[in-house]
């Protein structure tokens, strides 16, 4: 027993706690008390490895530009991994309050705002003759390759959600996964604009990931947010409209506003008098990116028939006008 003539009932009761936790691993208080009497303070910067993280921007080329390029790739890969931490917690079946899982939704739907409102940074704020030449450099390299990206969308919907228009028709639910993962969407949208090849890029692609997407494919078949959502929708509750349309939000903010984000920006810096550029991986970007050509939906059963047909349409017409980049 702790002498409460030399501590404060307060830390007497916290160090009691505190013991009793590292005695229930067969661990000594007595010898972590030591670690601390030798440990430092924690600094801002130790704790966020600010020397690393300032470190990680690597630009290949003397364009000024390109650091801007480079950072924003990055930070999109953090907010990728944001959205992932709360997608795996929202998959995981011990998320049984609705209340939990509705919070979950929205705060995924805060990092997909802030990402697209934030990409006002590529397409306003880089030189456009800068661009042209240092993007050249990075052939053939491609924010296509976000395997990030392909695990939010494999986390968030049943895999014949993601299978290219073309294929769906011809996929039997009872089909193996391997042939539903050689359908997908952007792997269609992945080949040569001109040869209808396989470009580079998904070859680079297929080979560093092929086989970590097919383990969380199989992984996930049964138990990703559209199958977890059903629960939260069905069941009568305060929160069950609110989930749905949060549930709307996340659907349009990933697979129309964040799409539509990059396409804004290939067709400012891809689109000149003089032609339409290709993309550093050579896909064809014009049918790749727009969501009325692919028509990618998380949660189908959330839409009209109407809003289905018109996905993605009213943001075009706004922000690009005729899209005649696209046809």
């Known amino acids: 027993m702790i002498d409460q003539m030399l501590v404060s009932p307060e830390i007497a009761k916290k160090i009691e706690v505190l013991s009793d936790k590292f005695a229930a691993k067969g661990q000594k208080l007595s010898d972590y008390l030591d670690s601390l009497l030798y440990a430092d303070y924690l600094t801002y910067w130790d704790y966020i490895q600010l020397d690393t993280l300032l470190s990680l921007q690597k630009p290949k080329t003397d364009f000024k530009d390109e650091m801007i390029f480079v950072t924003y790739h ?127 890029t998904l070859m680079q692609f297929e080979e560093e990931y092929d086989a970590f997407l097919l383990k969380k494919a199989k992984r996930y078949k049964t138990r990703n947010l559209h199958r977890r959502m059903q629960r939260f929708t069905k069941e009568v509750s305060k929160e069950s409209d609110a989930i749905i349309q949060a549930l709307r939000q996340f659907d349009q903010m990933a697979n129309v506003h964040w799409p539509l984000a990059h396409f804004k920006a290939a067709v400012r810096y891809l689109v000149t008098d003089k032609g339409v550029s290709e993309a550093t991986g050579g896909t064809n970007w014009r049918k790749y990116l727009p969501p009325r050509f692919q028509r990618v939906i998380f949660f189908p059963e959330l839409w009209t028939e109407e809003e289905k047909d018109n996905w993605g349409k009213s943001w075009v017409l706004e922000n690009v006008g005729d899209d005649k980049s696209a046809k």
């Not at 992932?84 to 079946?93: I, K, M």
């Not at 969407?185 to 580079?200: E, I, M, N, V």
């Open 74 to 200: 990055q930070i999109t890969e953090l907010y990728f991994k944001l959205i992932l931490w709360e997608l795996d917690q929202l998959t995981d079946s011990q998320v049984t309050d609705s209340k939990v899982f509705l919070d979950k939704i929205n705060r995924i739907n805060r990092y997909f705002r802030q990402l697209t409102d934030s990409f006002v940074i590529m397409t306003e704020g880089m030189d456009r003759e800068q661009f042209a030449k240092f993007r050249m450099a990075l052939i053939p390299a491609s924010g296509f390759q976000s395997v990030q990206y392909r695990l939010i969308e494999m986390l968030s919907t049943d895999i014949i959600n993601l299978v290219h228009a073309n294929y769906v028709l011809w996929l039997s639910p009872d089909e193996p996964i391997e042939a539903f993962l050689e359908k997908l969407y952007w792997k269609a949208g992945a080949r040569d604009a001109q040869t209808g090849k396989k470009t580079l």
